[in-house]
T-cell receptor, first 116, second 111 residues
Framework: GAVVSQHPSRVICKSGTSVKIECRSL??????MFWYRQFPKQSLMLMAT?????????EQGVEKDKFLINHASLTLSTLTVTSAHPEDSSFYIC????????????FGPGTRLTVL | DAKTTQPPSMDCAEGRAANLPCNHS???????VYWYRQIHSQGPQYIIH???NNETNEMASLIITEDRKSSTLILPHATLRDTAVYYC????????????FGGGTRLMVKP
């Protein structure tokens, strides 16, 4: 079946630093990838939709200059949390959608970010 | 996408059937019912989806009422590994849009 990986699975960083999270589709090409954020005991909230070769579409309230998304290839999207602060500590999850006509989304295992 | 309502939590005895309800009274004719689950500290996992007919796969069964305003996900023989948050989502298929997650139901399977 379709597999999506995320790296790293867990990261701890100091306040003010930037953190990059990678999302890879391992056995299929993903024209669209989605980035979600999940705070403790809450549901997943969509942050942005990333299409290969074009700029990401951000949800209302998500700062595009703080959460940089790059979908440079059909198998890789990256989320960079710039100048991270403790309130950015969360569980970040990506999902990937195969090409046109495919409806299924496959989720990565998530990345736990802790900002000290 | 139509809004869904699920109970916040449910318990189930191991080996028994777990029946998780979902109300979607404003569902449109072209919207499907999807179920995902999320085990603690993992990404969501697709379970099953359907339009109006009942569906069954190796994981679960999906029962959709005739008026499509509600559905039930059935795990026929729940195990401890089925403890998770279960999300019911209604959406248009092949729309290319994202999944909108509500609060879900936290299912606790107990020995």
């Amino acid at each position: 079946g379709a597999v999506v990986s995320q790296h790293p699975s867990r990261v701890i960083c100091k306040s003010g630093t930037s953190v990059k999270i990678e999302c890879r589709s391992l056995d299929f090409q993903a024209t669209t990838m989605f980035w979600y954020r999940q705070f403790p005991k809450q549901s997943l909230m969509l942050m942005a939709t990333s299409n290969e070769g074009s700029k990401a579409t951000y949800e209302q309230g998500v700062e595009k200059d703080k959460f940089l998304i790059n979908h440079a290839s059909l198998t890789l999207s990256t989320l960079t949390v710039t100048s991270a602060h403790p309130e950015d500590s969360s569980f970040y999850i990506c999902s990937a959608k195969p090409g046109q006509g495919a409806d299924e989304q496959f989720f990565g295992p998530g990345t736990r970010l802790t900002v000290l | 996408d139509a809004k869904t309502t699920q109970p916040p939590s449910m318990d189930c005895a191991e080996g028994r059937a777990a029946n998780l309800p979902c109300n979607h009274s404003t569902i449109s004719g072209n919207e499907y019912v999807y179920w995902y689950r999320q085990i603690h500290s993992q990404g969501p996992q697709y379970i099953i989806h359907g339009l109006k007919n009942n569906e069954t796969n190796e994981m679960a069964s999906l029962i959709i009422t005739e008026d499509r305003k509600s559905s039930t996900l059935i795990l026929p023989h729940a195990t401890l590994r089925d403890t998770a948050v279960y999300y019911c989502i209604v959406r248009v298929r092949n729309a290319g849009n994202m999944l909108t997650f509500g609060g879900g139901t936290r299912l606790m399977v107990k020995p």
